[in-house]
């Protein structure tokens, strides 16, 4: 894989040692392909590899960071067993990758990041949110389990009682409010934010790199020790794409209003 091949990605230098890569939708608010949420996994392992790369900077084309997964896809997960699988398994990959690239990642969190793109902002190392930005874990919304990022870094960001709150009720956190609550490392005016980023990248690539990423792998280990909650709650989630909730929460998002979820559960 090289970077100018990732689909709906693009990559460019601010600095000879960072790397910069831009979701690059903008008329679906980089909501992602199934190619880029593939690429998006497995891209932090080049990058890891990568000995002309310091530092990564992910950020979103346009008016937003990322409107999340394609519904269509959504669908297809529900309906053929073996997509349901590659995606359970990218999703988890995705993570372990952000958390095993040995170079540190700062995403500059642009406008709405929702579910898959809720997962790229909030699991890089360090986080700077525009004033504007709107963060959004949809997935009980949509009918399944809070799994992807949640479990394993939101308790340890912004603590128990705020995770479960914006999990179970999907209400959404303005820049200002994520920093507030921990959730993210700064928030910023939306005018200064790509410049923030980038001065930050900077300093961190012409810094101590064998320091920096030896201190990203020992924080890191806290992540690690919280393996066996995410692994159970992906598996949660993914078990509710066959339950009876997901295709009203599916119906309900196309259709723009709220939705109306079966009484009563067996669980």
Sequence with gaps: MTYDQLPHIRADRPH?????????????????????????????????????????????????????????????????????????????????NMIGCSKPI???ING?????????????????AGHSAKLIDGHTKLGVAAGDH??????LLCGMAKSKYYLMTCEPLDGREAERI?????????????????????RLAEGPQSALRWTKHSMNLWLQQARPIFEAAVAMEFLGFTGPELPEGVAALKE????KFPEGSPV
């Design 112 to 128: 709405p990041a929702v579910g898959a793109g809720l997962v790229l902002a909030l699991m890089a190392d360090i986080t700077i």
């Design 106 to 108: 700062i995403s500059a």
């Design 256 to 259: 723009r209003r709220q939705p």
């Design 182 to 202: 921990g959730l993210v490392s700064l928030a910023v005016p939306d005018a200064e934010l790509q410049a923030k980023t980038e001065e930050t990248a900077v």
């Design 16 to 96: 000879p040692r960072v790397l910069r890569l831009t979701l690059n939708r903008p008329e679906a608010l980089n909501a992602l392909t199934p190619e880029m949420h593939r690429a998006l996994t497995e891209v932090w392992r080049e990058i890891d590899a990568d000995p002309s790369v310091s530092v990564v900077i992910l950020t979103g084309e346009g008016r937003g960071f990322s409107a999340g997964g394609d519904l269509d896809l959504v669908s297809t997960m529900r309906e053929d067993f073996t997509t349901r699988i590659q995606v359970w398994k990218e999703a988890r990959d995705m993570v372990y």
């Design 150 to 155: 949640a479990p394993i870094i939101w308790p």
